[in-house]
C-alpha cells in the first residue's frame, strides 16, 4: 500500500512538472533583464541582468532589420539576427527575430532549430519553403512557394530550408519563441565539422565513394 501511495505522488509531482518540462526559455521574474554581455557570474539560462538605472528606454526599440543584407554570399542569402546577442534587452523574454534576404537563385540551406519553432512572413518575392518530417511522419517534404504577405510555420526541430524561385530579389523576417534559438546548419555540420567527422563514417552514411565525401568536405573548410 505504501508503495502504491509512493507511486501516485511520484505521478503526481511529474505532471505539476510536466510545464516547465515542456517550455523553451523560463519565464521572467522581472519587467526586464537586459543582458550583460561581459558579465562574469555564472548563468544558467540567458545572461545576468544589467542594473535597472543603465537601461534606458533604447532597450526597447532597435533598427537593425531594417537594412538588408548583403547577399554576395556563396549561398546568395544573407541572415541578420537578432537574438539576445545582437539584442541584448531580449534576455530571459523567450523571443528572438531573423531577417533573411536572398538574390535570385539564393537559399538559406537546410538546417535546424534545436530551441524554438519558427513563424516567418514573406516581405517581399517568391519563396520556396520547405519543411522535413520526421521518420515518424515518413521523412515527408511540406514544401510551397510562399509570396508576399504570406506566413508560414517551422515546428521545433524540424530540417527546413528556403529557395528563392523568382527572378527579384526577395527577404523575409521570421520570429522564434526562445531569445538563442540555435542553429545547425546541416551540409556544415557534416562536411565542415571540428575535428572533421571520419571520412569513413560519411561514406557508409551517405552510400557514396570517399572521394565525393573528401570533395563535399573542402567545399565546407572554410566555413559558409
Not at 19 to 34: K, M, N, R, W
Not at 135 to 160: C, E, Q, W
Not at 162 to 180: D, L, P, R
Request: with cysteine; charged share 15%.
Amino acid at each position: 500500500m505504501g508503495c502504491s501511495k509512493t507511486l501516485v505522488a511520484g505521478l503526481f509531482a511529474m505532471l505539476l512538472l510536466a510545464p516547465a518540462v515542456l517550455a523553451t526559455d523560463p519565464d521572467p521574474l522581472q519587467d526586464f533583464c537586459v543582458a550583460d554581455l561581459d558579465g562574469k557570474a555564472v548563468s544558467v539560462n540567458g545572461h545576468t541582468c544589467k542594473p535597472m538605472s543603465e537601461a534606458g528606454d533604447d532597450f526597447l526599440f532597435l533598427s537593425k532589420l531594417a537594412k538588408a543584407g548583403n547577399t554576395s554570399t556563396p549561398n546568395g542569402s544573407a541572415v541578420t539576427e537578432l537574438d539576445v546577442a545582437e539584442w541584448p534587452a531580449t534576455n530571459t523574454l523567450g523571443v528572438s527575430m531573423n531577417r533573411v534576404d536572398f538574390a535570385p537563385g539564393g537559399t538559406n540551406p537546410p538546417h535546424v532549430h534545436p530551441r524554438a519553432t519558427e513563424i516567418g512572413i514573406v516581405m517581399k518575392g517568391e519563396l520556396l519553403v520547405g519543411i522535413l518530417g520526421s521518420l515518424d511522419s515518413g521523412n515527408k517534404l511540406y514544401s510551397r512557394v510562399v509570396r508576399a504577405g504570406v506566413t508560414f510555420l517551422i515546428p521545433r526541430g524540424l530540417m527546413h530550408f528556403q529557395f528563392n524561385v523568382g527572378k527579384t530579389e526577395a527577404s523575409m523576417v521570421v520570429s522564434f519563441n526562445s531569445q538563442y534559438p540555435g542553429i545547425v546548419f546541416v551540409p556544415l555540420t557534416l562536411f565542415g565539422s571540428n575535428p572533421p567527422i571520419p571520412t569513413p563514417v560519411l561514406t557508409k552514411a551517405l552510400r557514396v565513394e570517399a572521394g565525393v565525401v573528401k570533395l563535399l568536405k573542402s567545399k565546407f573548410a572554410a566555413g559558409f
